[in-house]
């Protein structure tokens, strides 16, 4: 499936309804990877098999444009705004970042939203590798590349640091051959990191209010796409 198609399937909706293959096998991968899913063995429904023992995944979404974090920051699919969706998020201890797809929530997971992020990977270099920005660490820069063939995974939003600044560089730029962008953490200079996920559309009425943990203090998704990222 190649990027255009993968973003322009992704209508948001209001009831649930039935998500990509894709986007569910990547969902599914990442609820048995990470905590507090992975303590659940999550599977697909299939006839004929024992799965007493497992959750199953029914493959059905609500498809969000956008949410808020506790900064009331934007972040959208990148078909609506493609600034609001380049971010910045960790999965174990690893910086990471790419550009939000798809944004979705399920009942099965009231008090969550999840994202499909295509990755913003390594810059494949033959030779000496290149670091325009190796001795200008405080600017918080990353050469890295959007692959012509997306890679991507799905995150529950909570992994989220922050949004980062985007410049494409065409090739030659740099002496690399190929087209590369220079992604710039920005979030850090506006504010500290959010600290809280915004709830799911299926989150029990009283979290909308205030709760312990990660939904303190939470703004729902949001009906609006502001200019800009901040």
Same mark, same amino acid.
């Given at each position: $499936?190649?990027?255009?198609?993968?973003?322009?399937?992704?209508?948001?909706?209001?009831?649930?309804?039935?998500?990509?293959?894709e986007?569910?096998?990547?969902?599914l991968?990442?609820?048995?990877?990470?905590?507090?899913?992975?303590?659940?063995?999550w599977?697909?429904?299939?006839?004929?098999?024992?799965?007493s023992?497992?959750?199953?995944?029914?493959? $059905?979404?609500?498809?969000?444009?956008?949410?808020?974090?506790a900064?009331?920051k934007?972040y959208?699919?990148?078909?609506?705004h493609?600034?609001?969706?380049y971010?910045?998020f960790?999965?174990?201890?690893?910086?990471?970042?790419?550009s939000?797809?798809?944004?979705?929530?399920?009942?099965?997971?009231?008090?969550?939203?999840?994202?499909?992020?295509?990755l =913003?990977?390594?810059?494949?270099?033959?030779?000496?590798?290149?670091?325009p920005?190796s001795?200008?660490?405080?600017?918080?820069?990353?050469?890295?590349?959007?692959?012509?063939?997306?890679?991507?995974?799905?995150?529950?939003?909570?992994?989220?640091?922050?949004?980062?600044?985007?410049?494409?560089?065409?090739?030659?730029?740099?002496?690399?051959?190929i087209?590369?962008?220079?992604?710039?953490?920005?979030?850090?200079?506006?504010s500290?990191p959010?600290?809280?996920a915004?709830?799911?559309?299926y989150a029990?009425?009283?979290?909308?209010v205030?709760s312990?943990?990660?939904h303190?203090?939470?703004?729902s998704?949001?009906?609006?796409?502001?200019?800009? =990222?901040?």
């Amino acid at each position: $499936m190649n990027h255009e198609e993968g973003t322009q399937g992704a209508k948001p909706t209001k009831s649930p309804t039935p998500i990509e293959a894709e986007i569910y096998d990547e969902w599914l991968d990442y609820l048995n990877t990470y905590p507090p899913y992975s303590s659940t063995n999550w599977v697909r429904d299939t006839p004929g098999i024992d799965q007493s023992h497992s959750t199953i995944v029914e493959p $059905m979404a609500i498809l969000l444009p956008c949410f808020k974090d506790a900064q009331k920051k934007n972040y959208t699919v990148e078909t609506g705004h493609a600034g609001n969706s380049y971010i910045h998020f960790t999965l174990e201890g690893k910086d990471l970042f790419g550009s939000i797809q798809t944004l979705f929530a399920t009942e099965q997971c009231p008090n969550a939203i999840f994202a499909r992020v295509s990755l =913003f990977l390594d810059v494949d270099q033959k030779g000496p590798r290149i670091d325009p920005y190796s001795k200008i660490s405080s600017l918080h820069y990353r050469l890295l590349a959007r692959p012509k063939t997306p890679k991507t995974i799905v995150i529950c939003i909570k992994h989220i640091i922050g949004h980062v600044a985007v410049l494409s560089n065409v090739s030659g730029v740099f002496g690399i051959d190929i087209e590369t962008i220079s992604v710039a953490i920005v979030h850090h200079l506006v504010s500290e990191p959010p600290l809280f996920a915004p709830l799911s559309p299926y989150a029990a009425p009283e979290l909308r209010v205030s709760s312990p943990g990660c939904h303190t203090g939470i703004t729902s998704c949001c009906t609006t796409i502001q200019r800009g =990222f901040w």
